[in-house]
């Protein structure tokens, strides 16, 4: 009844194409980002702002990312975490060595580094597919780790083999640090994922997001259609690399405050390739969706023992949060295959004929 | 009712609890969340531990009605000893404003460290964590009793000493290996391995075991039997210590010259079968069950069901243990601090001044039921660790038998490292805020 697009004329093809063509759909998005800037600061406490919030936004942004690559592109990788880890010590140094330059170009400029090496290990993409890419990246992976390990510049010799955040401001406000508070540091993420996921956004709607597609569905296809695949293909590499990156350095900077290599170890690639999966390989809202499926349902399942009032051991709780996790995943993986961006779209369907479905 | 009706029911009554959960904590109590693991690929090593601390708390509880008269409230949060879900558990204890939280993994202790001064809310990470914690002038809300890795390494050494019939010295032209976990945790004595090979003269093997091949070290051991090294030395955790054991069995590494700093359980050994005989490890605490408090404990908590041992031979285990002498420096900080301020409803604050004032003698631990069971334990506003004395204890196919006195670091040695490495923290934490808090003199 009111989600409809009846009396929506376009008068151009720019409003014909656009992203969002339907006036609820925008309307709907504007609502969501009033609540993310305005509501969530305004009301969230420490624990939303800080164990929430914040995790939730980065991850997404990871895992937007690795969609990139795994859903619009096609190549199965698992050394998303590599990735984000490069990211982080790339920010780490460069924020040691240049102390005086601002902290949020650097966190940028980190995403640089890892497109860099997402590219250098993308390469063997042109020749081996599927569960064989798989098994190349996750070689970039262990190797990478290894290397946050073992080489001791990376971390400045600390003898803690850790990453210790520094202290930094923008206008004179602490974004990092034990004295950042959260609502700064969660409006901080936000504007740089909001800004990465229009971007993101606006590449996979154009002419680039249409060359990995076509690489996707049929790679002879896209080639003898003109399409130069490796140079797709590192693209791809490159775009999503920058993406984890970036998502790494927040991790680090915004999120955590210290680091050791097991951060970034194969179960946090895992998890961005489950959200990726869940939440709808090729889909935007689809990365949103599985981070908040994998992030932040556990924790509501973790509160509600207390909240209710329902005396059950610590651990316990924590078993009964794996099962039902799990058992939630295989139940959405059950009903829609292609993830909850799918459930999302089909809903939406629904509500477009409702209440006079036909 | 429909799933949407459910659903508001179900958010009203959490909304409604909520506050109330958290008003009936704020009058007259202490508040002690326990960061603990009893699942994940650690949890071997962490249920022994959360349960000693959590049954030490609750016999305060039950038998004295808690510290001073004050009630503890202990509650457990589970970190699966990742960092991620220890730093929620750690955002999440905040709003209900903690006396002390104990991170029990070196990688939460880490992000804690910085926040630890502007939360006002101090951490005991006992014998883990950053070694250069232990400076109080530049840690002054980070305590690490009652030795450090580094402290470890140096008495590690001086038995080896000892059983070559003599002083450091005798080290000289000895050929020792070290089995580590290649982590911050293993990697931090390489630069004092560094340090002592030079100066004592012996030489040092290292074999690094990644993280992820943890259960898989038969290349290491083949390294081992090939370089025949005259002592291994182990730091691993967790399943690293039962295939280090068994694989030293296998390989007819000499039990009794295989000694591992502090964190080997019994199973670690029982796994290895009869050849683990004379396995040795470091330990500043007593074995066993053997004490009145322990009988207390067994009387008042788990015989009272209380308690999550999955029996009455766990009580009194090594890591059991650890975690009794964990949640005895709580309490006793808890008490110190009540101690200083008058006060019976103790802050953050004040437990940090009550730590810096620790002062257990042997006096007081046999008040508390624990005569014989540790050496005494005094901290200061300078020294945030003690650097207490260990011993090494011998695995007997059933049990850690005591085989050695205290031995004391070799303070001269570790100092100069110590202060070096708190130094460069602060420069590279830079602006590293200076010590604000005032010193108790006591």
Known sequence: MFYRETGQFKQSYAADQAVFPILQDRLGLALILLVAFVVVPLFGNEFLLASVMVPFLILSLGAIGLNILVGYTGLLSLGSAAFMGVGA???????????????????????????????????????????????????????????????????????????????????????????????????????????????ASNIVHGRIGRTWMAVRDMDIAAQLMGIRLLPAKLLAFAVSSFYCGVSGALMVFLWLGAAEPSAFDIKLSFLLLFMVIIGGLGSMIGSFFGAALIHILPIVIRGLPEALGLPIAAATVEHLTYLIVGALIIFFLIVEPHGLARLWQIAKQKLRVWPFPY | MSLKNWLYALSATAALTLPAVHDAQAEDSIYVPLFTYRTGPFAGSGTPIANGMHDYLTLLNERDGGIGGVKLIVEECETGYDTKKGLECYESVKPKKPVIVNPWSTGITLPLIPKAAVDKIPVLSMAYGLSASAKGDTFPWIFNPPATYWDGFTQILQYIATQEGGGVEKLKGKKIG?????????????????????????????????????????????????????????????????????????????????????????????????????????????????????????????????????????????????????????????????????????????????????????????????????????????????????????????????????????????????????????????????????????
């Open chain 1, 89 to 199: 010590y790339a920010a780490y140094k460069l924020s040691t060595i240049f102390p005086g330059v601002n902290i949020l170009v650097w966190i940028l400029c980190s995403g640089f580094f890892a497109a860099g090496i997402g590219v250098l290990f993308g390469l063997p993409s042109l020749r081996i597919k599927g569960f064989y890419l798989a098994v190349a990246t996750l070689a970039a992976q262990f190797f990478l780790q290894w290397c946050f390990v073992r080489i001791s510049w990376l971390y400045n010799d600390n003898p803690s083999g850790a990453i210790e955040v520094p202290a930094r401001t923008l206008f004179g406000l602490a974004i990092t640090g034990p004295s950042a508070t959260p609502v700064t540091r969660y409006l901080v993420v936000l504007v740089i994922v909001v800004v990465m996921t229009q971007l």
């Open chain 2, 178 to 442: 070290y089995i580590y976990l290649d982590a911050s945790f293993g990697r931090e004595p390489l630069p004092l391995i560094e340090q002592l090979s030079k100066e004592l003269g012996f030489e040092a093997k290292l074999y690094p075991v990644a993280a992820a091949d943890m259960q898989n070290q038969s290349s290491q051991w083949l390294s081992v039997r090939r370089d025949k090294p005259d002592y291994m030395i182990l730091y691993g955790w967790g399943a690293l210590n039962a295939t280090a054991v068994k694989e030293a069995v296998k390989t007819n590494y000499p039990m009794e010259k295989f000694i591992s700093i502090w964190w080997p359980s019994e199973d670690d050994a029982k796994g290895a079968g009869d050849g683990a005989k004379g396995f040795k490890t470091l330990n500043w605490h007593a074995v066993g069950a053997d004490f009145p408090l322990l009988a207390d404990i067994q009387k008042h908590v788990v015989d009272a069901g209380k308690s999550q041992v999955s029996g009455k031979d766990k009580v009194g285990q090594v890591l059991y243990n650890r975690g009794i002498y964990n949640s005895m420096l709580i309490a006793e900080a808890i008490r110190k601090a009540q101690e200083i301020t008058g006060n019976k409803v103790v802050t953050g604050e004040d437990v940090r001044r009550g730590l810096e004032g620790l002062n257990i003698d042997d006096a007081r631990l046999k008040e508390i039921g624990l005569e014989g069971f540790t050496s005494a334990v005094k901290l200061s506003c300078a020294d945030h660790n003690g650097h207490f004395s260990t011993f090494v204890q011998s695995w007997n196919g059933t049990t850690y038998e005591k085989v050695s006195d205290y031995i004391a670091p070799l303070s001269d040695k570790v100092g100069p490292l110590l202060d070096a490495d708190a130094k460069a923290y602060a420069e590279k934490n830079a602006p590293w805020p200076a010590r604000s808090e005032a010193c108790d003199a006591s």
